[in-house]
């Protein structure tokens, strides 16, 4: 099985975020600390769609995994 490494800004755009890397800081920036007992995946500043596709892509996609990963330790 091959599986394919996203990179970070590529789930900001599968979110439909602003992905560059001034972009990136800047939300990371305005949306942290997110408390410790928020799931990335139930964070107030998530639409619907954002919500369920994080949910989505960490339960159906082990290639996206890492990068879903990665932003929930930038935002905790």
């Known amino acids: 099985m091959e599986t394919t490494n996203h990179e970070f800004y590529e789930l900001f755009e599968q979110l439909g975020l602003p992905s ?4 990136i800081h ?12 928020v799931k990335v995946t139930e964070a107030p500043f998530w639409t619907d769609a954002q919500k369920a596709l994080l949910k989505e892509l960490l339960l159906d996609d082990a290639d996206w995994a890492v990068a879903v990963d990665q932003l929930n330790v930038a935002l905790h």
């Open 20 to 23: 560059s890397e001034k972009d």
């Open 26 to 37: 800047a939300f990371i920036d305005d949306h942290r600390p997110l408390p410790g007992d």
